[in-house]
């Protein structure tokens, strides 16, 4: 039994607290595989999590962080052995199954993937669930639909987010023209730093969406925000254009007539990537660290220690972060 520092979330009298406590490998919920996190990584179901989301998390107290990646301290399925470099990302982990904002979790082996050769325990939480679910919004444009670069320019909302900076950066290195929207413009030059050739407001998107069609502008968008701007990146798509669409930071509904998708033959596809299946999910994983590998990652990652991770969530919670966040669990 090893005993070990966690992000705690507790509920009294529908008061929710949070703290920084030591648990044992005794408290971890059974499964084959005992991992020691080394990296995690803040995403904005974590912040829904740890302020009580009970779509998110049902029962409290809780252990929060749906990311993780660190070495195997113990295993009882043949697949993995003690000083394996393994990540585990989705599934219930974080929701309901004591997550990556602790330094130790216990989860079934098929959550379980091993690293790429080439990429460090740092890296894979550089991406993490963000980044994953970027990766697999680029997957389905690309390797599906097999749009190419020389079929037109692409476009990404909510592009300051995680989702959106690992979209606008993987795009442009895989020869896109990305066009990228954003409600910050303190970040426009970073964001043209990591890729975007142009930028577009939040509300200038949200004009596009006025009429029943807008000018046929891209032939792919990585929509991260929903509402508003989903509908106005499909109705500014070319003929056959691909949205993908994960998020509803801007609104959980979105409004359309049904022109884009039969005068223009757009297609919308959803992204969930929690629940990713493996054989795809270590595809993914062997993509970014080969042809989808970003060597620019630290110009939008930010590194936090456990203890700092409150003041963070904090500011996620209002949207006032951008970029990545790693959280540090030896930090
Ligand atoms: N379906 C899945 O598998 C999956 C996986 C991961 C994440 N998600 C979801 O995808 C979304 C993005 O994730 P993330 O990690 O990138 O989140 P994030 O870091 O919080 O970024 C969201 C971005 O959306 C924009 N935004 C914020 N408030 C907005 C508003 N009221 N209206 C329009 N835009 C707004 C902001 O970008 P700008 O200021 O640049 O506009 C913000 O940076 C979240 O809703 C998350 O829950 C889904």
């Not at 595989?33 to 974590?46: A, E, R």
């Not at 389905?140 to 990404?156: D, L, S, Y």
């Not at 936090?304 to 969530?313: F, G, N």
């Amino acid at each position: 039994m090893t005993s070990f520092k966690a992000l705690w979330v507790t509920e009294e009298n529908d008061n929710i607290k949070r703290q920084i406590i030591e648990r044992t490998t005794a408290d971890l919920p059974e499964g084959e595989v005992l991992i020691q996190v080394k990296y995690s990584s803040l995403n904005y179901k974590d912040v829904l999590s740890a302020y009580g989301n009970k779509g998110v998390t049902r029962v409290y107290p809780h252990q929060p962080g749906i990311d993780a990646a660190g070495i195997v301290a113990a295993s009882s399925h043949a697949d993995f052995r003690e000083g394996d470099e393994v990540l585990v990302t989705g599934y219930d982990l974080g929701m309901n199954t004591a997550g990556g904002f602790g330094q130790y979790i216990r989860v079934p082996a098929a959550w379980v993937v091993s690293l790429p050769k080439n990429l460090s325990l740092r890296e894979a939480m550089n991406w993490g669930t963000a980044g994953f679910t970027a990766a697999l919004s680029v997957y389905k444009i690309v390797k599906r639909e097999k749009i190419t670069p020389q079929m037109g320019a692409t476009v990404v909302s909510g592009a300051t987010g995680g989702v959106g900076m690992m979209s606008v950066a993987l795009l442009n290195k895989l020869g896109f023209e990305v066009t990228a929207s954003s409600g910050k413009e303190d970040q426009y030059d970073l964001l043209r730093q990591i890729g975007a050739k142009e930028i577009v407001g939040r509300q200038a998107l949200a004009d596009w969406d006025a009429k029943p069609m807008s000018s046929a502008r891209f032939v792919a968008g990585i929509d991260t925000v929903g509402g508003t701007a989903l509908s106005a990146i499909m109705k500014s798509l070319k003929q056959e254009g691909v949205v993908t669409t994960c998020g509803n930071v801007g609104g959980l509904s979105f409004k359309t007539s049904v022109f884009p998708l039969i005068l223009r033959g757009v297609n919308l596809m959803g992204i969930t990537s929690a629940g990713t299946e493996m054989p795809l999910r270590r595809e993914l994983w062997d993509l970014i660290a080969g042809e989808f590998r970003l060597d620019n990652l630290d110009l939008f990652t930010h590194e936090c220690s456990l203890e700092e991770l409150e003041d963070k969530m904090a500011q996620m919670k209002e949207g006032a972060h951008w970029g990545k966040l790693i959280v540090n669990m030896e930090g």
